[in-house]
Structures are given as C-alpha cells and as structure tokens.
C-alpha cells in the first residue's frame, strides 16, 4: 500500500517537474515571438525621432507618427485600397471556392478527376510565374495602375477556385445521403446548397472567408507590379514597404511602424471574432453516429 | 392512383459494371414490393432509379403513366427513407418533417397541422422541438418516415430503413411499418437484404441476384415454389436441402430416386413435368427442412446426427448421410415432454421420409424449378 502510494507521488512529482519545463519552454518562446510586435508598438509611439534608433523603449511618447501617417502620406488612400480589395475578395472568393467544391464533392461529369488534377498541379506552380502575362492583360484592358484595385480584385478572384481542396475535404464528409433526402423533399441542387450544406459547413465557410481575406491583404507581389508606381492605387504592403527606402526610412521609419500596427488591426480582429465558429462542428445527429 | 411500371431497366456505370439488367416490373397502385438479394445484386440501384437518384441507361420507368426517365427527383412526387436517416442535422425534429411542405409553399396552417398529424402517427409529437442528435436510432426513424410521410407521395420508397437498429427494434419497427401501411394506402417499394422483412412485409417480392430478378411473387409462391436453385437457397431459414435424384416414369407417374427411396412427384409437377418437351433424367430434388420427417417405420434415409441446434421450441439437426451429403431436419418438438425432448437431442443416428407434396426439382444444368415455367435461370458468374 505504502509503496504503492510513494510510487505515485513520485509519479506525480516528476509529472509536475515536467509539466513546468514545458511552461519555461512556452513562455520562452511566447516571449522571443512577441518581441518584434512589442518593438512595432513602441517605435509606432516614439516620439523623439523618426529615423531607427539603436534602443527599445521610446524616451517619449507620443502620436505623432498617427497624425503624420494620417495627414501627411497617402496611407489613408491604401488603407482603403486594401480593404476594398481585401473585402471584394473574402466575398468573392469565399462564393466561389464554396462552389466549386460543391460540385466536384457532389457531381459527377466528364473531366471532373482532370479538372482537379489539373487544378492541383497548376497550384503547385508559383503564382508569379504567370505574372507578367496577367499584367499585360490587365493593361489592354485598362485595369493596372489608377485603377488597380479592380484589377487585383480580378486577379485574386479568379483564381481562386483552385483553393478548393480544403472546403471539398469537408463537403465529402457530409453524406450524400442528405442531399439526395432534399432533392426528393422537393430541394432544387442550388437550394440543397444554401438550406442544407451551408448551415452546417460554417466551419468551412468561416476558414474561407479568414483565408479570401487575409491573403490580399497582405500581398505584395501582384499589388506592386499592377500598381506599377501609380502611388494613389497603393495597397498598404507596397506603400509601407516604399518607406523602407534608402532615401525615407530616416523620415518615415516611425510612420512605417505605426502603419504597420493599423495593418494588423483588421486580420487580428477577423480572427478573434470569428475563431470560435472555426473549431465548432455541426454535422453530429445527421446521420446514424 | 400510382402504379410503377419499370420496362426494359439497365444501369451501367462508366466503368462497364452492369449493375441492373433488364429489369422488368409493373407495381400496382397501393402494392408494397419488397425488393431483396445478396449485397450487391442491384436491388438498391433499382431503387435509386425510381427516386431518380441515379440515371437510368437504358429502358423506362414510368409513375402514374408518366415516362419519369429524366425527370429531376423532386418532380416525381416519392419520398425516400434511407438506411442512414439522413435528418437534416441543423433543423429541428419539426423542421425536418416540414421541410417538403416548405419547399412546396404550403401555408403555415397546413403544414403545422400535417406534421402534428403525422407525429401523432408515429408517436413522436413530444420530440417535435429536439434536434436530430438528441434523438435515439429509432426515434430518427421515425422521423424519417415521418418526413416522408406528410406529403402523402405517390410513391414511398424506402432503402433498408431497419437494418441501423438492434434486434428488438427491428421487429418492432418491422410492425409499425405493417400499421403504417393500414394508415396510408400508397405504393410502396421496399429494399431490404433481410428475408424475413421481406417475408413480413411484401405484398410481393421481388428477388434479385448479380443484377438480374430471380423471381416475382407473392412470399407463399416464393417459399412453396421457389422458380430456381438460388430463390430455394435464399428464402427460408434454415437453407432447403438438395438432393441428387432420378426421374423416372411409369403408368403411375413421375418417381424420383433419392438415396434409394423412392419419392413420389406430386401431380402439380407431374402435370408440368408432361408439358415440357424434354425432362432431364438427374435432377435436383428441393425440400424443406421442416419437411423431412423422422420416421421408425418404413422406407427411410438413415443418417448420423453431426450437430444438433437447440431453438427452443425446434431443433436443427444437422446430419450426414452416408454417401458423406450433409442434411438439415427441422423438428418441432412443442409436443415433446422434457425426457422426449432430451431423448431428441441425444440421438446419434435417425431415419427421415420426405413429405412428397412439398418436394420441388430443379434442373441442375441451369437450376431451373421444372415446374415453373418462366423461371430465370441463376446467373453463373461471368
């Protein structure tokens, strides 16, 4: 009895000396993660100069760098562009994608494997191969420079049904059998999609949308090829990165950083407000289980 | 007013499998047809293609009269229950069931009074406001069918609807099915791969076997005149036994030699026997096992007992016949007082007649029933 009791106080001793390991760890690394983004706030807040300074914390605080991004620069300009584009796009794509998972989940058609395997190997390829082409195309008819933004909206819309891997992963979990019960119920396919596979593919719909919007957001690459030096059409990683020019990070190296702190706002919000819906399945009473 | 009228059915897949060959079959109207078969033998795929679910590659079937080949599902006026249930998981017991009504812009009214009324039926009233996955396998059910069953369809299909629930639920099921069927007259098509439901429930069934029907009739004509080799081995329980035996005639009639016994035909089959043009000499020889008797006296078969089953009120006796065939013999021994029944099951040896008018015979080349004469032959696999 009492050896076995010793045996499992020692057991749980050592569990603890492990377990406390694993939080040193964490923190450790939650710290290291955390340092860049606590050195943006603080640069965002100095007020003493805008050029890089070779200490941490600001000797004194202020908004300044808010006023100037705000008043003096274009930012507010592609702050804008950004959301337009960013929220075009989380629509769009998000319908699309939806869509054509759908389909290749549920019908069956001449050249549906070929598609797919196209689609798949076609997305293996880098986006920027293709970017030359896209940008003499978006020029004849009349979509770069001052008015890019409808043009990136082109570009990333279209070419994301190819994204569909993910939400077809999840619509081929959904039995068949409920779509064919509404189809004899008297369900139209479109009306089987949006009364019974779009209520219960929240998960799926969320970590599109997320995905639609995070990823223009944060481009650069197609944003400044298509802007193509037009600075008015800027998204705001190309205007940001612009600053980090020789010739403007002593004047801007402070703005930059508070711009930088606006950028994240959008993204971070997304993700708090909509992480819950993202872990949450719905499927369950469906079928027997 | 729905008949069913399936002409000249094939499915075939895109890859070649055939999995339905010229299925033929009119459904009266109010008629419960109980499809059933061996996993894969394509009584599902019939199905399907009367819901509309699956495209048909060849042939017609018609609802009411109407050619319904490319009709859309929701067109044709069926409702399905699928083995799986497959309740709509976000919406509520009540939701569920009025969600055809929904589709078909019925007032409010209307469709609160049908679905109270059909949850009456099924005895689900107080589970209206519970989501799917509250529910227990049977409860799912019946909302199911209760679904299925408020928009009073022309047709009612259902795709092995019992074989999710244990046992006990089954059968329990299996007779409120029989009920439901008392309370709404309409045509029913029924799968199943169980033979006792389609024993149960089928005004006829219709049995299938690697894509082709095996035989249409009523559960008596199945049981007492299976057309071949395969509806004989597939209906009853346990499986009737065959024999080799030869046919002879003489003034009499028709005797068939069975293990040295002598068993007259009885006229049903002589009579057809006699309008055949050619009756083969080595036949096979069906019978029941309820239909061997144990016998002390007389012309009998000997044989030594193997394994004797106990059921409780029957016994299955398994034995071997001399020439090293196996035989089943079902006893009956409610009569029987324990030190009888005892007796029974410690026997080594017995002696059994067959009961002649209950015999069939069946071609051995293609396991016809000789005395049907339209029986299909059993497919042989290619």
Redesign the interface.
Known sequence: MADTTKKYASKSGRERTSRILIYVFLTALSIIWMIPFFYLICQAFRGESRSMVTYFFPKQWSLENFRILFRETEFGHWYLNTLIIALFNAVLQTVIVLCVAYALSRMRFKGRKLLMNLMLILGMFPGFLSMIATYFILKLIGLTSENSVPGLILVYAASSGMGYYIAKGFFDTIPKSLDEAARIDGASRSRVFFRIIMPMAKPIIIYTIMMAFIAPWGDFMYASLITFGHEKAYNVAVGLYKWLDKEHLSNYFTVFCAGGLFVSVPVTALFLGLQKYYVEGVTGGAVKG | MADVKLTNVKKQY?NGFVAVHDFNLEIKHEEFIVLVGPSGCGKSTTLRMI???EDITDGTIEIDGTVVNDM???DRD???V?????????MSVYENIA??LR??KVPNKEIHKKVTEAAEILGITELLGR?????S?GQ?QRV?IG?AIV?VPKVFLMDEPLS?LDAKLRNQMRAEIILLREKIRTTFVYVTHDQTEAMTLGDRIVIMKDGYVMQVGTPQELFNHPANLFVAGFIGTPQMNFFDAELKKDRNGYTAKVEGLNVKVPKHIADALDKRESVPEKVLLGVRPENLILTDSGESIGASIKVTEMMGSEIHIHAELPDGKNVIIKVQIADLDDDQQNEMLTRHGIAFRIRERTINLFDPEDGRNLAVSDAAAVPTNE
């Open positions: 895109d819901a509309g679910l859309e599902p929701k069926i409702a399905m699928f083995q799986n249930y497959a309740l709509y998981p976000h969600f055809g589709l078909r989501k799917p996955k509250q529910l396998g799912r199911a679904r928009r999710n």
